[in-house]
């Protein structure tokens, strides 16, 4: 089983700042991740898949990049709606979740 | 637009066996581009693929899971469903049914989600 280990666990950012969520993989993965936001009380909602192609809808503030085993998820100037936790997902081996970066106001 | 809706027992007692349903609307589940899949999370923890299924039938499970678990479908009501079986403290938590691409983009990535539902474990 392919284990995705994400850092840091808690960002504290101010809105306007640029946040960047790292992604682990205990193999390769390839291209083969995406990235979801999930806010309290909602599904997520996916964000990039294939680790660079933003999802429909997505600003572009959001990017994804990274290969093999190290990716990471930036989004350029932080707005009040982006502060939620942010999963990875890879789909190389079988389908399995990262444990989640709690993305906060400071 | 399409809507996936869960629908089941929000209470199962240890030993049962939970049973959910996801209603689709705005799209077929006979559709040959996407799988049908279930993902649960625990209260206040990360995310686990449980299995996807194609419409024809066939699925596939998460293996730590696989020997508890059926996904089936069932086209004439445009829904699927999951069962797990011998059921424990640890089951609980929300269940969320969503979809995702057979091929190409959005390959076995999850676009497209219910609003989940909390399914607890106890007598």
């Known amino acids: 089983e392919t284990v995705l280990t994400q850092s840091p666990a808690t960002l504290s950012l101010s809105p306007g700042e640029r946040a960047t969520l790292s992604c682990r993989a205990s193999?390769?993965?390839?291209?083969?991740l995406a990235w979801y936001q999930q806010k309290p009380g909602q599904a997520p909602r996916l964000l990039i898949y294939d680790a660079s192609s933003r999802a429909t809808g997505i600003p572009a503030r959001f990017s994804g990049s990274g290969s093999g085993t190290d990716f990471t998820l930036t989004i350029s100037s932080l707005e009040p709606e982006d502060f939620a936790v942010y999963y990875c997902?890879?789909?190389?081996?079988?389908?399995?979740f990262g444990q989640g970066s709690r993305l906060e106001i400071k | 637009q399409l809507q996936l809706q869960e629908s089941g027992p929000g209470l199962v007692k240890p030993s049962e066996t939970l049973s959910l349903t996801c209603i689709v609307s705005g799209g077929s589940i006979t559709s040959t581009y996407y799988y049908w899949g279930w993902i649960r999370q625990p209260p206040g923890k990360g995310l686990e693929w449980i299995g996807s299924m194609y419409y024809s039938g066939s699925a596939y499970y998460n293996p730590s899971l696989k020997s508890r678990v059926t996904i089936s479908a069932d086209t004439s009501k445009n829904q699927f469903s999951l069962r797990v079986n011998s059921v424990t403290a640890a089951d609980t938590a929300v269940y969320y049914c969503?979809?995702?691409?057979?091929?190409?983009?959005?390959?076995?990535?999850?676009?497209?989600w219910g609003q989940g539902t909390l399914v607890t474990v106890s007598s």
């Open positions: 969503a979809r995702s691409a057979v091929a190409g983009t959005h390959q076995q990535t999850f676009d497209h």
């Open positions: 997902q890879q789909r190389s081996d079988w389908i399995t």
């Open positions: 193999q390769s993965v390839s291209t083969y």
